[in-house]
């Protein structure tokens, strides 16, 4: 395990039981994420994404394996102290936003804050930088209802981060949304996230979008198969501004 391994996955098991057949979602998984790695998991429908993101933050137990989090072992937390957890450390971003409607952007992202027992006026403080800082401090009053889907998505992303947790899970985040809103809106999580020095987790079936990572993690039928580092695009080679040696000759001759 390196030493700034943040997140560590050792051989994990899921078997979700369906009347008295077991469905096996991981089928032992092993990885290790770094702190600060910003890292896209890919893999066909069914191939384990949801269930592999869902275990990491707690949101369900493994069969067998240990997910180990800033060296706490999450499969050996109760319910309780899973949730105290998840408060303290996680943010999660859902393919279907999971916002309230009955409440405005700044309501929805304020929310999380209450649960921390944060005062009413820090609370709207700070969901209102973190609108502004998704760009949307011109629509903090309309409910979701009235938002297009990338800016509902924004107040998702607003609402993992509100609460400044050191990781945050996306599972699908642009898989409602068209493909210019979906760069767009990869380029708010990435940038943020980035500059804030935290760790992303984001799944993905979408290889254009899993792309958006420095590494990508390649998940099949339940077990990991691939981790890619994903190099940024080298520099186009251009010549543009070097004398073109042909145009040369041809003004010789001319
Ligand atoms: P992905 O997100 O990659 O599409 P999932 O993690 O949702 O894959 O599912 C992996 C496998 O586990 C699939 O075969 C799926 O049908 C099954 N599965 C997921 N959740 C449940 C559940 N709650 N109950 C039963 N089977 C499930
Ligand atoms: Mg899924």
Redesign the pocket.
């Known amino acids: 395990m390196q030493e700034n391994t943040l997140i560590d996955v050792r051989n994990v098991k899921k078997i979700?039981r369906?009347g008295t057949v077991g469905?096996q979602?991981l089928r032992g998984a092993d990885l290790q994420i770094a702190s600060g790695d910003i890292c896209s998991v890919i893999?066909?429908?069914?191939?384990?994404?949801?269930?592999?993101l869902n275990v990491l933050a707690g949101l369900e137990k493994v069969t067998s394996g240990e997910i180990v989090i800033s060296g706490k072992h999450l499969e050996r937390m109760t319910q309780a102290e899973l949730i105290v957890f998840r408060q303290l450390h996680i943010g999660f971003i859902f393919q279907s936003f999971n916002l309230m409607p009955y409440y405005t952007a700044l309501e929805n992202v304020a929310l999380p804050l209450s649960f921390r027992g944060v005062p009413q006026i820090a609370r709207l403080r700070q969901a209102k930088r973190m609108l502004e800082l998704v760009g949307l401090e011109t629509h903090m009053k309309h409910k979701p209802g009235e938002l297009s889907g990338g800016q509902q998505q924004r107040v998702g992303i607003a609402r993992a981060l509100v609460t400044n947790p050191q990781i945050v899970f996306a599972d699908e985040p642009t898989g409602n949304l068209d493909s210019n809103t979906s760069d767009e809106v990869m380029r708010v999580i990435i940038d943020i996230l980035r500059e804030q020095k935290k760790t992303l987790v984001m799944?993905t079936?979408d290889s254009h979008i899993a792309s958006f990572g420095d590494k990508v993690i390649h998940?099949l039928d339940?077990r990991i198969t691939d981790v890619a580092l994903n190099e940024p695009a080298p520099k186009e080679l251009t010549t543009q501004n070097e004398p073109n040696v042909r145009e040369t000759e041809v003004n010789l001759d001319a």
């Open positions: 979700y369906v469905i979602a893999g066909r429908s069914g191939s384990g994404k949801s269930t592999l799944v079936h998940l339940g």
